[in-house]
């Protein structure tokens, strides 16, 4: 099995290493494996997958949560 680090899915979603880890603890964004105690990857087909789909879902809901605690 294939992986991205989290700087490259960052990149490729133009988003920094902080918001992906501010999605994880949210349990939103890309599914993700922690390898080590502090190796956190992207499964490579996973990510496509989500991109191909959950992408907009998973952004509609974070504006949502933030809109609402506004």
Do not use: C, H
Request: glycine share 6%; charged share 30%; aromatic share 12%.
């Amino acid at each position: 099995m294939k992986y991205y680090k989290p700087t490259d899915v960052a990149d490729m979603l133009n988003l920094t290493t902080q918001t992906l880890m501010l999605w994880r603890k949210k349990g939103i964004g890309p599914e993700w494996i922690k390898l080590g105690q502090n190796i956190v990857r992207y499964p490579t087909e996973n990510f496509k997958e989500w991109m191909n789909g959950k992408y907009n879902k998973d952004l509609q809901q974070e504006y949502n949560r933030s809109s609402r605690s506004k």
